[in-house]
T-cell receptor
Framework: AQSVTQLGSHVSVSEGALVLLRCNYS??????LFWYVQYPNQGLQLLLK??????LVKGINGFEAEFKKSETSFHLTKPSAHMSDAAEYFC????????????FGQGTELSVKP | EAEVAQSPRYKITEKSQAVAFWCDPI?????LYWYRQILGQGPELLVQ????????DSQLPKDRFSAERLKGVDSTLKIQPAELGDSAMYLC?????????????FGPGTRLTVT
């Protein structure tokens, strides 16, 4: 069965610093991979997704993620953090033969210090 | 921009009471999902509909939870009786089709507190 592990439940960075949120997946077949962002008391918004077209995926708000099959990883990065990036981030996996169901990691809360 | 609507946004209920949540997906979206998100965890799928048919309800606690999408448009999720462990955010999402290539759009959620 597929699963997602996000390393670090809390990450704190200074404004302008590099953001790196880690995600590793477990899947027996090539997965689709996603990063979502959730602001307090709101639903989830898609940041980016990997669908096997390109290993480096660019998303909204300056975020990008790189799919590394050998490391079963899909880490999320942003070169320069902004105060507005403070939120909860979720990595998720989905398989084509499971109807689109998303399986989420436990989430990483990103704090941005001024 | 079209959005997924959910109501109520917040609900407080006593244990053993019945509670219901409503979701109106984006117009034309055939696939509808209900997820439950316990505080500090990622969302977990409860039930998936394709039009009015249930596609996956393997994680739905059927002794107390029920879900319907009678006309293949809006949907209702019900809990009866509610238990303390049901306190969570209930998220509805919709997409134009099944499969991971279709983006899921999430509503703002209903936060349930059971006392």
């Amino acid at each position: 069965a597929q699963s997602v592990t996000q390393l670090g439940s809390h990450v704190s960075v200074s404004e302008g610093a590099l953001v790196l949120l880690r995600c590793n997946y477990s899947s027996s077949v090539p997965p689709y991979l996603f990063w979502y962002v959730q602001y307090p008391n709101q639903g989830l918004q898609l940041l980016l997704k990997y669908t096997s077209a390109a290993t480096l995926v660019k998303g909204i708000n300056g975020f990008e993620a790189e799919f590394k099959k050998s490391e079963t990883s899909f880490h999320l990065t942003k070169p320069s953090a902004h105060m507005s990036d403070a939120a909860e981030y979720f990595c998720a996996v989905s398989l084509y033969n499971q109807g689109g169901k998303l399986i989420f990691g436990q989430g990483t809360e990103l704090s941005v210090k001024p | 921009e079209a959005e997924v609507a959910q109501s109520p946004r917040y609900k407080i209920t006593e244990k053993s009471q019945a509670v219901a949540f409503w979701c109106d997906p984006i117009s034309g979206h055939a696939t509808l999902y209900w997820y439950r998100q316990i505080l500090g965890q990622g969302p977990e799928l409860l039930v998936q509909f394709q039009d009015e048919s249930v596609v996956d309800d393997s994680q739905l606690p059927k002794d107390r939870f029920s879900a319907e999408r009678l006309k293949g448009v809006d949907s209702t999720l019900k809990i009866q009786p509610a238990e303390l462990g049901d306190s969570a955010m209930y998220l509805c999402a919709s997409s134009t089709g099944q499969g991971p290539s279709y983006e899921q759009y999430f509503g703002p959620g209903t936060r349930l507190t059971v006392t």
